[in-house]
């Protein structure tokens, strides 16, 4: 082990991977595939096709940046994320509560990764303003008992999004595509008029968010894209 890599903390270290560049490409063309046939059984209304679908999604991501020598604490963001999918499939309020968790542990894994870069005062100003706005608007409309934890989970998840714009722009759309999406979920969960199939732009939204944070994460940390 070099001096470098001694003083690296072990959750920013790369997950050393023994796989080629073919590995990587199927992996990455399985993630596509995966993504392509969840989203097209949504657009469809094939509940058991998203069913089927959804649960791949983050483990194939996770093995593609394994691959790509991705930090541990990248890993976890991502498999936390997968926890939250998984919840998220059955329709009821515990199942949500324990998603949201799932996503929040998530969160705290970006932070942590994405340590103390430079960001833009004037971004952090205008999320602060999107998370008030959205908070105020969507309180009364909430069920009394999900308000305390969505307004604590969307602070997280805000910072997260802030955050992320320290490590360049795809991290930095990444971070605000994942807060458009559970922005989105909110809206439902707060039974605004949605958009028509509107779990469908949850998806396609936080799948793009994901990819792009993960695979704009190692860009500063590892050199790997």
């Keep these: 082990?070099?001096?470098?890599?001694?003083?690296?903390?072990?959750?920013?270290r790369p997950v050393v991977s023994v796989a080629d560049g073919l590995g990587a490409r199927v992996l990455l063309g399985?993630?596509?595939t995966a993504a392509a046939l969840d989203?097209?059984?949504l657009l469809a209304g094939w509940d058991l096709g998203h069913v089927i679908a959804k649960p791949l999604l983050m483990p194939l991501l996770v093995a593609y940046m394994v691959t790509r020598r991705a930090p541990r604490l990248l890993i976890a963001a991502l498999l936390f994320g997968w926890g939250g999918d998984l919840a998220l499939l059955f329709d009821a309020d515990p199942a949500f509560l324990i998603g949201m968790g799932s996503f929040a542990a998530g969160h705290v894994c970006y932070l942590v990764l994405f340590g103390r870069g430079r960001t833009n005062p004037l971004?952090?100003?205008?999320?602060?303003?999107a998370l008030l706005a959205t908070i105020g608007l969507l309180w009364g409309d909430l069920p009394p008992d999900l308000r305390i934890p969505v307004a604590g989970?969307?602070?997280?998840?805000?910072?997260?999004a802030y955050r992320s714009s320290a490590l360049g722009v795809?991290?930095?759309?990444g971070?605000?595509?994942?807060?458009?999406?559970d922005t989105l979920i909110a809206s439902g969960v707060a039974e605004w008029p949605q958009l028509p199939r509107p779990e469908l732009w949850i998806m396609a939204t936080y799948l793009a968010a994901q990819y792009?944070?993960?695979?704009?994460?190692?860009?500063?940390?590892?050199g790997v894209r």
Excluded: C, I, N, Q
């Excluded at 082990?1 to 920013?12: L, Q």
């Excluded at 971070?175 to 999406?181: D, E, K, P, W, Y």
């Design 170 to 173: 795809r991290a930095g759309v």
């Design 123 to 129: 971004l952090g100003a205008a999320y602060a303003v």
């Design 153 to 160: 989970y969307s602070l997280l998840l805000t910072a997260m």
């Design 1 to 12: 082990m070099s001096t470098t890599e001694s003083r690296t903390p072990s959750w920013a």
């Design 175 to 181: 971070g605000a595509l994942f807060l458009l999406s």
């Design 212 to 222: 792009l944070l993960a695979t704009g994460t190692p860009d500063r940390r590892t």
């Design 30 to 32: 399985a993630f596509a």
């Design 39 to 41: 989203l097209g059984a």
